[in-house]
């Protein structure tokens, strides 16, 4: 079983509030992603990093900031939550440098921005 | 652009066998990967294919033709269990996944 938690598996909130997604790995990983997924539709890249102090922005637009100030951390913040947010959020993360291995996923948080 | 392909729902019944198919094309190729994931659930990783062939694992054997851009997920011996969107992902020149939306299978006893 994978040791990458997420908190909190629901969250409701309102618009305009800031918000922060919690992701953590214990397996020492240097690779974490964020992730956004819809029902039925595919996963959507919005953040990575590669290890200590980088962060990336992925493929799709979105008004969130990640921080990796340790390795087995890498929150998302939305610092005004809209309900164009409302999805679920997947934190990934994987081996880092010289190798290619599987992702292995937290158990999301699927958030509701009303 | 990239572009993954899946069926988007197929159907089964239980004890039998299944192909999900994935047809990709996107900016280098550095292998495929098959994800599960049940409803309302985190992906759990299945299998991964760089080579051209077929890989074996109990049940579930994945094949992958690079030069057709295509991929297969077979599954054998159907359980309920098995019910669950079946993800196709593949890693690109950047070393970034390009995920396909997924084939919901749904077994039928």
């Known amino acids: 079983e994978a040791d990458i938690y997420q908190t909190p598996r629901y969250l409701v909130i309102g618009t305009g509030k800031k918000i922060t997604l919690e992701c953590s790995q214990t397996?020492?990983?240097?690779?974490m992603y964020w992730y956004q997924q819809d029902p039925g539709m595919e996963l959507h890249l919005i953040h990575y990093?590669?290890?200590?102090?980088?962060?990336e922005k992925g493929d799709l637009s979105s008004e969130s900031t990640v921080s990796r100030i340790r390795t087995e951390h890498f929150p998302l913040t939305l610092e005004s939550a809209r309900p164009s947010h409302t999805s679920q959020y997947l934190c990934?993360?994987?081996?880092?440098?010289?190798?290619?291995?599987?992702?292995?996923f937290g158990q999301g948080t699927r958030l509701t921005v009303v | 652009g990239q572009n993954i392909d899946q069926p988007t729902e197929m159907t089964a019944t239980e004890g039998a066998i299944v192909q999900i198919n994935c047809t990709y094309q996107?900016?280098?190729?550095?292998?495929l990967f098959w994800y599960q994931q049940h409803a309302g659930e985190a992906p759990t990783f299945l299998s991964y294919?760089?080579l051209d062939g077929l890989e074996e694992k109990g049940r579930f054997s994945s094949f992958l033709s690079r030069s057709k851009g295509y991929s297969y997920l077979l599954l054998k011996e159907l359980q309920m269990k098995d019910s669950a969107s079946y993800l196709c992902?593949?890693?690109?020149?950047?070393?970034?996944?390009?995920w396909g939306a997924g084939t919901k299978l749904i077994i039928k006893p």
């Open positions: 990934a993360s994987s081996h880092g440098t010289g190798e290619i291995t599987e992702a292995f």
């Open positions: 397996m020492g990983h240097d690779k």
């Open positions: 990093s590669y290890g200590v102090n980088s962060t």
């Open positions: 996107t900016s280098g190729f550095n292998g």
């Open positions: 294919n760089v």
């Open positions: 992902a593949v890693m690109d020149s950047n070393y970034q996944l390009i």
